[in-house]
């Protein structure tokens, strides 16, 4: 693909690696059961957290399509670029999260990597700290969902680059 740039330079860039399988067309019924998983999930939880949240893990997952999605979400919602820059390091950039976000994010990523087969007690707690059980639960609900939808993203190979927040995908 070649696009014209302000100095009427172009720049070549990769072919766009082509979808393997549009799932929602195939599986309707599963699609429609993730769209109203993701409406109730999200319920009860503060938007700019739970984008914070579907950008962790879709980081965390390689899942380049939810990456595009969910940052443009979160701008288009007032998120600042620095801090949705900064996320993919919040460990050495804690001082751009409140606390509550920081066990947020630090719930997603044990959640998300379940290498040990388990999530800590230490980020349990913590993010019990800051949610009460209901928020909580639905904080699970949120980084439950956006893995799945990573997995059929990133199993898919769905392309990123074409959502535009408020229009269709």
Known sequence: MTTPTDDTKTTDYAAEVPVRLNWSQHAPEVYKAMIRLETVAKRGLDPALYELVKIRASQINH????LDMHTKDALAAGESVERIVQLAAWEESRHFYTEKELAAIELTEAVTVLTDGFVPDEV???????FDEPELAQLIAAITTINAWNRFGVTCRMTPGHYTP???A
Do not use: I, L, Q, V
């Open 124 to 130: 349990y707690e913590k993010a019990a700290k800051h």
């Open 166 to 168: 408020g229009g269709n």
């Open 63 to 66: 899942c380049a399509f939810c």
